[in-house]
């Protein structure tokens, strides 16, 4: 049964860093073709693309945010882990990792999500 | 911030057939393959359809998908109280590098 799950900071303050780990079981990110992602909602907004990160190593970020973020992996447990610095009230949001089909650019399995808010 | 757009809402009476349009351009839907997820309320996103017009095992065949262009359309026939729900399309922008949404569509049956 393939799982995500996201865990991290119900809370940041602004300018504070925030870093979310994405815990994941029953695939391997090391599959020729498979790649997790982190996508994020605002309240009553639509989804906005975060980062990738591919079997092979490769990432890719939001344009707009790729200064702020970082993702990275490790395999051995089965983690991904997204860092935001600077976060901004903005921000406040659920924030999901998920897994594409593998070799497709579509995201079949998605964690529950964790809402994240910024505020002092 | 949303590349895709989307109508904000459809509507239709029980059984009927509602479509949800998609535009973008030729960086992104123009070469590139069309996703579409439901998100019932307070939860996270469902793959629905994917490579255009695919079904993942489960979907049902109510849903359907096409492209054309720079522009891709949900349809759902049979419209149930259970369909109720957020309606978000998806696609990789190749001039960006970065998979993109839609601004999503709210479908209420009435």
């Known amino acids: 049964q393939v799982t995500l799950r996201e865990s991290g900071p119900a809370l940041v303050k602004p300018t504070e860093t925030l870093t979310l780990t994405c815990t994941f079981s029953?695939?391997?990110?090391?599959?020729?073709?498979?790649?997790l992602t982190w996508i994020r909602q605002p309240p009553g907004k639509a989804l906005e693309w975060l980062a990738r990160i591919d079997w092979d190593d490769d990432k890719y970020y939001s344009t707009s945010l790729k200064t702020r973020l970082t993702i990275s992996r490790d395999t051995s447990k089965n983690q991904v882990v997204l860092t935001m610095t600077n976060m901004d009230p903005v921000d406040t949001a659920t924030y999901y990792c998920?897994?594409?089909?593998?070799?497709?650019?579509?995201?079949?399995?998605w964690g529950q999500g964790t809402m994240v808010t910024v505020s002092s | 911030q949303s590349v895709l757009t989307q109508p904000p809402s459809v509507s239709a009476a029980p059984g009927q057939k509602v479509t949800i349009s998609c535009s973008g351009r030729s960086s992104n839907i123009g070469n590139n393959y069309v996703s579409w997820y439901q998100q019932l309320p307070g939860t996270a996103p469902k793959l629905l359809i994917y490579?255009?017009?695919k079904r993942p095992s489960g979907i049902p065949d109510r849903f359907s998908g096409s492209k054309s262009g720079t522009s891709a359309t949900l349809g759902i026939t049979g419209l149930q109280t259970g369909d109720e729900a957020d309606y978000h399309c998806g696609t990789w922008d190749s001039s960006l590098s970065a998979y993109v949404f839609g601004t999503g569509t709210k479908v209420t049956v009435l």
């Open positions: 998920a897994r594409n089909l593998v070799g497709i650019t579509a995201f079949d399995i």
């Open positions: 490579d255009n017009n």
């Open positions: 029953g695939f391997s990110l090391t599959t020729t073709g498979m790649f």
